[in-house]
Each structure stands twice: as structure tokens, then as C-alpha cells.
């Protein structure tokens, strides 16, 4: 089990939301999700609002949001508490 699951993530990756679910097998039940995408205006980069409809479909909220580097920035995903005592 893993406490914390780092996702990099383009635009043209795949389906974010068979991503996500792939990562919380491993994720123990306080764990979190950082995923890291392009900023706006890099190649990749992938829309907030994809992750935010995307997100509760696959069991996690978004708490935060970081500048992870020059080009990538970083969202912070856990799943729910209610989600979490049902594990």
C-alpha cells in the first residue's frame, strides 16, 4: 500500500479517469493522490474542469492546488471521508 501515488499527466494520456481508479488500488485509506499536469499554454496541458468532473467519478475529491514546477502544476486528490470508512 502506498500513503501517496504521484500521476503525471498530459492531454493525450488516455482516460485520466481509468488513471485514477489504477491508483487507488494501491493507495492506502489516509493516502493521496498528487496529480500533476502542464500548466496552461504547455503542450499536454489538460483543462481544470476535466479533472474536476472526472475526480468525483472516480471517488476522489480535490483539496488543493500547488505550482509543482516551471511548466506542471500539482492537484491534490483524497478520497472522501464517507468513502473512506466504507474501505
Do not use: C, N, Y
Not at 45 to 68: F, K, M, R
Amino acid at each position: 500500500m502506498a500513503d501517496v501515488v504521484v500521476l503525471w499527466w498530459r492531454e493525450d494520456d488516455g482516460d485520466l479517469f481509468d488513471a485514477l481508479t489504477d491508483a487507488l488500488t494501491s493507495l492506502a485509506d489516509e493516502g493521496v493522490v498528487w496529480l500533476l499536469v502542464p500548466k496552461s499554454g504547455r503542450p499536454g496541458h489538460v483543462e481544470p474542469g476535466d479533472v474536476t468532473e472526472v475526480a468525483p467519478t472516480a471517488g476522489l475529491s480535490q483539496t488543493s492546488s500547488i505550482s509543482a514546477a516551471k511548466d506542471w502544476s500539482g492537484i491534490r486528490l483524497v478520497t472522501p471521508k464517507a468513502a473512506r470508512s466504507k474501505r
